[in-house]
């Protein structure tokens, strides 16, 4: 399969744009000062589920390291984490029970920290609200251990159980066992499927520490995952955002995030180049969405009876909003790859992300404006500054990618 050839002046432009994308260090140490500080909440002496060996934990966008930035400052941060009590098994109480547990112990955290917004109650986790300066809300999902189940289950089927060791067992008001003490309850693994996400890009994420390591003169494991961003993590943010703008007021058909970055990881072949990923990425999405008896299936990683398709059989609008958006992701990609123009390069990426975006990508590369008491000689005239054309920018077809069927 041809790959298109990337221009210097593109690859570039895709590093910077990553960038603009990027989260400030700070979120993620915010983030992890959230989440730390509701299990020492946990933990204290008058705490009614310590003896259980409470431990949150973030999962989610913020534990690969795909997390981007809000579109505009009415959007918030989600920090997506888990609260695992470790000294529990699900024949000891029903998910209900748990929750409740749970709840009001982060009701009281709520009220310590006297945070006004109330708490509110999610399908699957709590949810708390930080002040409106913090931009960013908290999701719990209460949790329990739920390795031997898992473990016994995938056997049985003759699937791969090497992640199971991080298995948990998750709440759900919506599935008929909600109430019951049962075996039955929703299944997750974002330990297990984070670790499956390292290791799609295990060399490069080292190899990234390690240089990092010898620039400030610390350990590579002083060095947290969050300090560094490979290709992969960078393209799977692009790829992100791409979608968030194509599928702005659309968001019921919009692609879910893990389905785009486990194809991603799938198709990521190891490039030290986010063009390069890019490249690689978007040929090969598509091949790893299987087809079992007229359905598509995309397999959890860590769990190959979960689908991550599963809506797609009862929603097929999903699944053409997908190789919709993927035609578009490689059309809008193809168009830029081979251009040396960087404003065209900008123009074409600009529908794709956004014109704010875009041109915040432009210019970080741009020369910084010549002190004003230079001589007006010296000053570049008007015509030179950036202009986007006002007619409809189409993109050419893609060449060289396999069709979406």
């Not at 490979?230 to 943010?237: F, H, K, N, R, S």
């Not at 785009?260 to 190891?270: C, D, E, K, M, P």
């Not at 986007?388 to 979406?404: H, S």
Request: hydrophobic share 35%.
């Amino acid at each position: 399969m041809r790959r298109p050839d990337l221009s210097t002046e593109s690859a570039e432009f895709l590093e910077d744009l990553a960038e603009e994308l990027s989260v400030p260090p700070s979120r993620y140490e915010e983030a992890e000062r959230s989440y730390k500080s509701l299990g020492e909440w946990l933990h204290r002496d008058g705490s009614t589920v310590r003896e259980y060996d409470p431990q949150v934990y973030v999962q989610g966008s913020f534990r690969l390291g795909t997390t981007i930035r809000p579109s505009n400052e009415d959007e918030e941060y989600d920090v997506d984490s888990v609260c695992e009590l470790r000294k529990l098994s699900k024949g000891h109480l029903s998910q209900q029970k748990l929750k409740a547990l749970l709840g009001a112990e982060i009701e009281a955290y709520r009220r310590s920290k006297s945070m006004i917004k109330p708490l509110r109650e999610g399908r699957r986790c709590w949810a708390l609200d930080y002040a409106d300066g913090a931009q960013f809300h908290m999701d719990v999902v209460p949790a329990l251990p739920n390795e031997a189940s898992v473990r016994a289950l995938l056997e049985s089927k003759g699937a791969d159980p090497r992640w199971t060791s991080t298995a948990i067992a998750i709440t759900d008001n919506e599935v008929w066992s909600y109430p019951y003490v049962t075996d039955d309850w929703p299944r997750s693994n974002p330990k297990g499927y984070s670790e499956w996400f390292k290791s799609r890009m295990a060399v490069t994420l080292e190899r990234r520490k390690r240089v990092l390591a010898e620039q400030v003169r610390a350990s590579i494991e002083d060095i947290p995952d969050y300090k560094v961003r490979t290709p992969l993590q960078a393209a799977v943010m692009i790829l992100k955002r791409h979608r968030d703008q194509m599928f702005e007021g659309r968001s019921e058909v919009r692609p879910i995030s893990v389905i785009l970055t486990t194809l991603s990881a799938h198709s990521y072949q190891g490039e030290e180049s986010v063009g390069q990923a890019l490249a690689s990425i978007l040929a090969g999405m598509d091949q790893h969405i299987e087809q079992r008896a007229g359905r598509y299936w995309l397999p959890n990683p860590t769990d190959a009876l979960e689908n991550f398709a599963d809506k797609w059989a009862a929603h097929p609008e999903r699944a053409q909003a997908f190789f919709e958006w993927l035609d578009r992701a490689r059309g809008d990609f193809l168009q830029a790859a081979s251009s040396t123009d960087r404003k065209i390069i900008t123009e074409t990426w600009e529908r794709g992300v956004g014109t704010e975006l875009a041109d915040r990508t432009y210019r970080r590369r741009q020369p910084a404006a010549r002190p004003t008491l230079l001589k007006a000689a010296s000053v570049a005239p008007p015509s030179a500054a950036l202009s986007f054309p006002n007619k409809e920018r189409v993109p050419t077809k893609p060449q060289g990618f396999g069709g979406a069927t």
